[in-house]
């Protein structure tokens, strides 16, 4: 029988176990997401900014679910997220908006935004008709909308999107008189519904740094100019977002009316300078986890992957990982030692695997192929009891790699990026699996996934 370093899995029901056993037959990469994990993320979010006391008062929560709900899938984290208690649901992309409602999200239960687009082909009518709320934060952009909204004989619900110092998309000061005016013009004849005003913030994740702060608290001072201006033109917003998952947490003054968590969602805090997501009592949703190639002996002194950037110190066991870069496992997460061709050292990516003494922590050796990449075991397989067919983890919710718990904050470090890079950077020929959704949703909600997909 072959060794685990994620444990057995519980399968309810048989159903469930040939789900798996077919994943595995299908790639030898699955990414296992956890509904009640996300369920219980935004459960805590919505408790949070509701709670007496947190100057939230009637404080709404939207789900971020843009980017394929970073790499998780988007219709089922859009449903953990509002079984959690979310009312609004966030894409950056019409078409993942469209998705929700298409599948049957309709107005009734959750509001959606959606605020990225070529503003000379994107399907606002679409968008209008399905009821879908549209950020605008250029004068082409109002009146592409305000033309979509003629032609579908239904005003647009917008959001105006302002610049308060990201530098991104958005009204800046200067432009914002002639901003109102157009708005004022489109509101006054039945084509727009000024719904909101919002912003976002550039360094809300560095709460314990001065400057940072400052920074912080000079957008919240341009945001809240920003919502005097519209109201002085006779367009006050009923609805204020500015807070990101680290405002959320941490600038409770800044809830307004709507907060939009985006990785605390999926169980991360925005930066390991706040910590872990333990200490915001979120958990990691997503497990990836793999099943070993080859594994063979190699003696001292044998390079490994392109380039001899790793070189084995002594006799050894190696595995072969079956995924890489266009997996999205990233090529900086190679690993190099001194005795290589470059000449320095550089640890490669965590993976967790089980052996006969129980789990230790190796590291990718050399360079990330296309397909796949190379651990160096640091002993003899035969001894650890490693063998082709091992299911090992790559990330998961642990404490981090230094408890044997490798998590993708982990795998961030090592790549010389951040964990929201390490999810929506998997490719979808990983399958993604889902535990726990009978636990979490409704039958009317099952119905709306790939049954096959579920253990």
């Excluded at 899995?9 to 994990?37: G, H, K, M, V």
């Excluded at 004989?153 to 990201?166: I, M, Q, Y």
């Excluded at 190639?293 to 990982?321: E, F, N, Q, W």
């Excluded at 006969?356 to 190796?362: L, T």
Aim: aromatic share 8%.
């Amino acid at each position: 029988m072959s060794l685990s370093a994620t444990g057995q899995w519980d399968f309810e029901t048989s159903a469930a176990r040939e789900n798996y056993d077919a994943a595995l037959r299908e790639y030898p990469a699955q990414a296992i997401i956890d509904f009640a994990a996300l369920r219980d993320n935004m459960r805590h979010i919505v408790g949070m900014v509701k709670k007496p006391g947190s100057g939230a008062g009637g404080t709404e929560a939207m789900g971020v679910v843009k980017a394929d709900a970073y790499g998780h899938g988007l219709v089922p984290t859009a449903l953990a997220a509002l079984a959690g208690g979310a009312s609004w649901l966030g894409t950056a992309q019409s078409r993942e908006a469209l998705k929700l409602r298409e599948i049957g999200i309709g107005p009734g239960r959750a509001h959606i935004l959606t605020w990225l687009y070529n503003g000379a082909r994107d399907p606002f009518d679409k968008l209008i008709g399905n009821d879908i709320d549209i950020a605008v934060g250029s004068l082409s952009g109002i009146a592409a909308v305000a033309h979509a909204a003629r032609m579908a004989g239904k005003p647009a619900r917008v959001h105006v999107k302002v610049d308060t110092g990201f530098g991104r998309n958005g009204f800046t000061p200067e432009e914002f008189d002639a901003a109102l005016r157009s708005l004022r013009t489109e509101t006054d004849e039945g084509l727009l519904d000024v719904v909101g005003v919002w912003s976002h913030l550039a360094v809300a994740d560095a709460p314990d740094d001065k400057e940072s702060v400052s920074a912080t608290d000079a957008q919240i001072t341009s945001f809240n100019e920003f919502v005097r201006r519209m109201e002085s033109a006779g367009l006050p917003p009923k609805i204020r977002h500015l807070a990101n998952t680290a405002a959320t947490f941490t600038r409770p003054d800044i809830h307004f009316e709507l907060v939009r968590p985006g990785i605390g969602l999926y169980g991360y805090e925005p930066d390991p300078a706040m910590g872990r997501p333990q200490d915001w009592h979120l958990t990691p949703a997503m497990v990836l986890q793999a099943q070993l190639g080859t594994v063979k002996d190699l003696p001292a002194g044998h390079s490994i992957s392109y380039g001899r950037t790793y070189i084995t110190p002594s006799a050894t066991s190696t595995a072969d990982l079956p995924v890489g870069y266009a997996d999205g496992i990233h090529r900086s997460a190679s690993g190099f030692n001194e005795a290589g061709a470059l000449g320095v050292e550089h640890t490669g990516g965590p993976v967790r695997i089980m052996t006969s003494e129980g789990p230790r922590i190796v590291h990718v050796s050399g360079r990330v192929c296309m397909d796949q990449c190379i651990l160096d075991l640091r002993g003899s397989a035969a001894q650890l009891g490693v063998a082709e067919g091992d299911t090992v983890e790559l990330f998961g919710p642990g404490r981090g790699e230094q408890y044997g718990e490798p998590t993708a904050d982990d795998w961030a470090r090592t790549a010389g990026t951040i964990s929201y890079e390490i999810f929506t950077c998997l490719r979808n020929r990983i399958p993604r699996l889902y535990r726990h959704a009978y636990d979490v949703l409704g039958a009317d909600d099952i119905r709306l996934l790939d049954s096959s997909r579920l253990i």
